[in-house]
C-alpha cells in the first residue's frame, strides 16, 4: 500500500503507510473520535494492533471512556497479593477485578479476597478443586458454586467433591 495523495504530502485520506504501520512502537487510539466507545470494540481493536505489532509495540494509549471504567476497577493479583487482606476490608472498590495468570496466583487470591459468608460463583470451575477451596474460605455460613459448560467435567468436580455445589451452566 502507498500512502494516497492530499494536498499536504504528510496526510493519507485513506490508507496508513505500511512502513509507519510495521514499525510502529507506541500507538494512539482514540475510540471516542471513531464514535463506537464501546468496550468490546475497543478491546477487539487493541487486540488486533497487539497482534499485528507484536515484534515492535511497546506501549498504546487509548482514549475510551469504556476501557478507562473498566481499568478503574481492574486490579493486578501481584498488587493485590503485596497488600493483602487489608486491600478489601471494607470492600468499597466494587466491583474488584482481579487479574491473574496462572492456576497458583488465581488460587492464592481467595483467602484475600473470599471472606466467611460469601456467596462466590465460579465459572468454568473444571475439575472442582478451586470450588473447593473457595467453599472452604466461605465457610459454613457461605456458599460456592462451580460451573461449567461441560456435563461430564460437572459430573467429575461433583464426584471429586462431594460437599461442594457444582452445576451445568453456559456463562
Not at 54 to 63: E, G, R, Y
Request: charged share 20%.
Amino acid at each position: 500500500s502507498r500512502m494516497s495523495s492530499t494536498k499536504d504530502s504528510r496526510m493519507s485520506s485513506t490508507t496508513c503507510p505500511v512502513d509507519a504501520l510495521e514499525a510502529a512502537n507506541a500507538v494512539t487510539l482514540d475510540m471516542t473520535h471513531l464514535g463506537n466507545d464501546l468496550l468490546i470494540d475497543t478491546l477487539a481493536v487493541v487486540t488486533r494492533i497487539a497482534s499485528v505489532h507484536l515484534d515492535t509495540l511497546q506501549v498504546m494509549v487509548v482514549k475510551s471512556r469504556a476501557v478507562s471504567e473498566l481499568a478503574m476497577k481492574l486490579l493486578p493479583a501481584k498488587r493485590a497479593l503485596e497488600r493483602g487482606v487489608a486491600l478489601f476490608d471494607d470492600r468499597t472498590f466494587r466491583p474488584a477485578v482481579i487479574c491473574s495468570t496462572g492456576v497458583l496466583e488465581y488460587r492464592s487470591m481467595i483467602p484475600i479476597v473470599v471472606r466467611p459468608g460469601d456467596s462466590v460463583l465460579e465459572i468454568g470451575c473444571h475439575g472442582g478443586t478451586t470450588t473447593r477451596l473457595l467453599q472452604e474460605a466461605a465457610g459454613p455460613g457461605g456458599r460456592a458454586v462451580g460451573v461449567d459448560i461441560g456435563a461430564s467435567i460437572v459430573r467429575q468436580a461433583a464426584a471429586a467433591y462431594p460437599d461442594v455445589e457444582f452445576a451445568v451452566a453456559d456463562a
